[in-house]
């Protein structure tokens, strides 16, 4: 019987440490992002999350618990194209090196429950 309630509560508890909800803000040379999409990759692989910025620089992400790369993405709307076959592509707001999570020097561990991560961005190089 202690076995098999061991097992239970192993089961329900998982292996990634319940559910997380991350918020907080996103600023670029201390001011708040108003645009764009952070990105939560675990460092497995096997989970990605996805995070609106709103134009007041807040995100909101649910993901499991555990340890993840972060990458953020936001462009400028872009200018209407005379050719209607060229799709238009708006300017990145943002430097390059945090679209790719290789680069990104973003990591964070999100814990079970709710966690505030304000992630800082800076156009100087470093």
């Known amino acids: 019987m202690r076995l098999t309630l061991l097992i239970f509560v192993a089961l329900i508890a ?8 991350v918020s907080g803000n996103v600023t670029l040379d201390g001011e708040p992002l108003v645009t764009g999409t952070v990105t939560w990759i675990s460092t497995d692989g096997k989970t990605v999350a996805y995070g609106q910025i709103q134009n007041d620089g807040s995100y909101r992400a649910e993901m499991p618990a555990g340890e993840y790369f972060v990458t953020v993405v936001a462009t400028s709307m872009p200018e ?3 050719n209607p076959m060229i799709e238009a592509v708006g300017k990145l707001l ?3 090196k945090y679209t790719r999570k290789e680069e990104s020097g973003l990591k964070y561990t999100v814990q079970s429950g709710n966690n505030q991560i304000d992630i800082p961005l800076t156009t100087s190089p470093e």
Do not use: L
């Not at 998982?14 to 997380?20: D, I, N, S």
């Open 94 to 96: 943002v430097p390059a």
């Open 14 to 21: 998982g292996c990634g440490g319940g559910r997380a909800v």
């Open 80 to 82: 209407q194209n005379e």
